[in-house]
């Protein structure tokens, strides 16, 4: 729960290896862009960037493509 609506959430895909772990990407999601709904959505397919960008100390997105990609359906639940 938050009621920050002004932030976002990092998305980070890792390889699980033997002995390290690689990180495949990540991705900023304003949490402004997250619709709200008890319904599951059809998902949204995002491109995984390798670097945050950050200013005055907070993230506020990501860049430099790789070439990975991954389906999120992301959404508030509404209260019952």
């Known amino acids: ?3 920050r609506l002004d932030t976002g959430l990092i998305i980070e895909v890792w390889n699980k290896g033997m ?3 690689k990180l ?3 991705h900023w999601l304003p949490l402004r862009k997250i ?3 008890n ?3 059809s998902g ?3 491109t995984l960037d390798s670097e ?3 200013n005055n100390g907070e993230v506020v997105g990501t860049h430099i493509p790789t070439e990975h990609r991954i389906l999120i359906d992301a959404r508030f639940e509404l209260p019952y």
């Open 1 to 3: 729960e938050t009621m």
């Open 24 to 26: 495949l990407g990540l």
């Open 19 to 21: 002995l390290w772990d």
């Open 35 to 37: 619709q709200h709904s």
């Open 39 to 41: 319904e599951e959505g």
């Open 44 to 46: 949204k397919w995002l």
């Open 52 to 54: 945050l960008v950050i």
